[in-house]
């Protein structure tokens, strides 16, 4: 069984012991890239080998430079992080991921660790956490945040009661994706263009999600999406009443 790290952890690797460990950023804004490689390259036991912008040069890099850790963003253009950490696993199944993302940990943490991922941060946490959450990886255990531990724990001893509708449970990653992005009030047509999809693809899936939802209509669609990324993507989308 693996080994949790929770926010409070204070092992370390010992900079002595071994050479650095060397980490590769994926992530498609630039300055972010910057200010991560300044953050780990400032630790005497971790060094920034190679980053990349987009899913093909992510893996290209990793077979390049085999990193001891990969940090992954789950917004690559119009890619799915989901699947490159999927991709990854498959292709280098020793190396470690971190998956760093601006969503929320109730939206994305599960799926992420479902895919392959051994840890999840935000963006919001560029600070000690994601040293602690990088040497927690690199120890072979998982790591998310205390919180998170609590919200998992509970939906694993209430999973009986689960409802089918949860978007956490039926929706597909793209399904999700795309429910996201219509409760940030983004029409079909921008939701296409922002995943680089037609916009029958995306008004295909739209349907799915109405009918997994029991919806009627677009605009209760709409305002079920935008509830549920006003609630910070938590609860179940079936649950919230008009």
């Given amino acids: 069984m693996a080994v949790i790290c929770a926010f409070a952890l204070t092992e370390t690797l010992e900079p002595g012991d071994q050479a650095k460990r060397t980490v590769l950023i994926v992530d498609d804004h630039p300055v972010l890239r910057r200010g991560l490689t300044a953050l780990i390259d400032f630790e005497s036991d971790l060094i920034v080998c190679g980053e990349a912008a987009t899913y093909p040069a992510a893996l290209e890099a990793i077979q390049a430079h085999q990193p001891h850790l990969v940090i992954v963003d789950l917004e690559l253009g119009n890619r799915d992080g989901l699947d490159l950490v999927k991709d990854i696993k498959i292709r280098h199944p020793l190396i470690p991921l971190l998956v760093l993302t601006m969503h ?67 929706f597909t990653n793209r399904e999700l994706q795309v429910f996201r992005l219509i409760g940030e009030g983004r029409a079909t047509r921008q939701i296409a263009e922002y995943l680089s999809l037609s916009i029958k693809t995306i008004e295909s899936h739209r349907e799915h999600i109405k009918s997994k939802l029991n919806l009627d209509s677009a605009s209760q669609l709409a305002h079920r999406a935008t509830q549920w990324v006003d609630n910070g993507g938590m609860g179940c989308p079936s649950a919230f009443l008009f």
């Fill in 104 to 170: 929320d940990e109730s939206m994305y943490a599960e799926r992420s660790l479902r895919a392959g991922a051994a840890g999840y941060v935000t963006k919001q946490q560029l600070d000690d956490t994601l040293l602690i959450a990088i040497r927690c990886v690199l120890t072979g255990k998982i790591y998310m945040s205390d919180q998170f531990q609590g919200k998992l724990a509970i939906k694993y001893l209430e999973r009986q009661n689960l409802t089918p509708n949860s978007p956490l449970v039926n």
